[in-house]
């Protein structure tokens, strides 16, 4: 079965620091993982994906993920956050064999940025 | 590119009354469908999915209902709205492997 487990469901960081969300999954097949970013009132929006090619992924605004098989994880960062960044963060799962039928979300982490 | 195209965007309901919230897909074709409802504070819960006409799974027991007319259409419904219904919905297509393109949300409030 799959699980994914996001560490801290809040962030708060200074503009211009460095941002890092956590995401540990578990999964019994290769998997496909997912960030996704949600703004207040808004849909959720795709930053990045893995799906089994280059285990650094770089996505839209900056950001940037590394899948580490030996620690299962799947670590959201950007080397200098925005006040636009500001929002709540989804880490999600994938069965590789059945795509989003068995996605699984993390509860979600939000990011505050400091002035 | 696939859009998804999901309206109202903002509802209020009375306890009991019906329900139909409408999904409609622009771009792709045969796309997997999903509805979602994101209660405040909290993650996504997955409520149906669709891998075609007519073809709808539930994940969990409740007073609501998906339908798939049409390739792109995928409509939420409830006969009752019970007070637990509120939250935020969400739309979501899908190409495996290639992540979930959601629509903007509707944001139901039972009263």
């Known amino acids: 079965a799959q699980s994914v487990t996001q560490l801290g469901s809040h962030v708060s960081v200074s503009e211009g620091a460095l941002v890092l969300l956590r995401c540990n999954y578990s999964?019994?097949?290769?998997?496909?993982l997912f960030w996704y970013v949600q703004y207040p009132n808004q849909g959720l929006q795709l930053l990045l994906k893995y799906t089994s090619a280059a285990t650094l992924v770089k996505g839209i605004n900056g950001f940037e993920a590394e899948f580490k098989k030996s620690e299962t994880s799947f670590h959201l960062t950007k080397p200098s956050a925005h006040m636009s960044d500001a929002a709540e963060y989804f880490c999600?799962?994938?069965?590789?064999?059945?795509?989003?039928?068995?996605?699984?979300f993390g509860a979600g982490t939000r990011l505050f940025v400091k002035a | 590119s696939q859009t998804i195209h999901q309206w109202p965007a903002t509802l209020v309901q009375p306890v009991g009354s019906p329900l139909s919230l409408e999904c409609t897909v622009e771009g792709t074709s045969n796309p997997n469908l999903y509805w979602y409802r994101q209660a405040a504070g909290r993650g996504l819960q997955l409520l149906f999915y669709?891998?075609?006409?007519?073809?709808i799974s539930s994940e969990v027991p409740q007073n609501l209902s998906a339908s798939r007319p049409q390739d792109r259409q995928f409509i939420l419904s409830s006969k009752k709205l019970l007070l637990s219904d509120s939250g935020f919905y969400l739309c979501?297509?899908?190409?495996?492997?290639?992540?979930?393109?959601f629509g903007s949300g509707t944001r139901l409030t039972v009263v």
């Open positions: 669709s891998v075609g006409i007519g073809q």
């Open positions: 979501a297509g899908e190409r495996t492997g290639s992540g979930y393109t």
């Open positions: 999600a799962v994938s069965d590789s064999n059945f795509g989003g039928f068995k996605t699984i």
């Open positions: 999964s019994s097949v290769p998997p496909y």
